[in-house]
């Protein structure tokens, strides 16, 4: 069950106007953070994706070095030395496990949380808003000129610190 609502701003001042239609409404400080885009900020996108690539790359060069050595009749594809035919399948299977891989993290990294740190990154001021009358914040959040007002899942961690405001 979703327990945040977060609004998408293209500028500080219609963030920081519905920050105060939101404490107008009676939502309180502890309740409210803006999340602006600063200099320097980078998510761990492109890590995941390196991650997937090169974890990818390692089994399928595995996979192509044991696939070599097991199927019948691949011997022949690079004639002469056994080592060069296994190191054939290596970078084979490295080259498609390296691609299978950045495909599948980019595909595990689409949630909701991946898509409004990239949003803030590019220059949108983020207001979220926690607690009870969720409804009542994103009714508000779009009346205030959100371009995206929607629920999310915010696990509550208490050894993260709440996005800064400012």
């Known amino acids: 069950m979703p327990d945040t609502v977060v609004g998408l701003f293209g500028t500080r001042s219609e963030a920081e106007e519905a920050l105060r239609k939101l ?19 980078h998510g761990h996108y492109g890590l995941k994706v390196l991650i997937g690539i090169v974890v990818g790359a390692l089994l399928g060069a595995l996979a192509g070095a044991v696939a070599t050595g097991m199927v019948p009749g691949v011997h022949p594809l690079v004639p002469g030395n056994l080592g060069a035919t296994f190191l054939f399948g290596a970078v084979a299977g490295a080259a498609t496990g390296g691609v299978a891989g950045a495909l599948l993290s980019m595909a595990a990294s689409g949630d909701r949380a991946l898509y409004y740190e990239q949003e803030v990154e590019s220059g949108r001021f983020l207001v979220s808003v926690a607690g009870p009358r969720l409804a009542e914040a994103r009714d508000l959040l779009r009346a205030a000129g959100a371009m995206e007002a929607a629920p999310v899942e915010a696990p509550v961690d208490a050894s993260r610190p709440r996005p800064e405001s400012g």
């Open 23 to 41: 404490k107008d409404s009676g939502f309180g400080d502890g309740q409210l953070a803006l999340s602006t885009p600063r200099i320097g900020r």
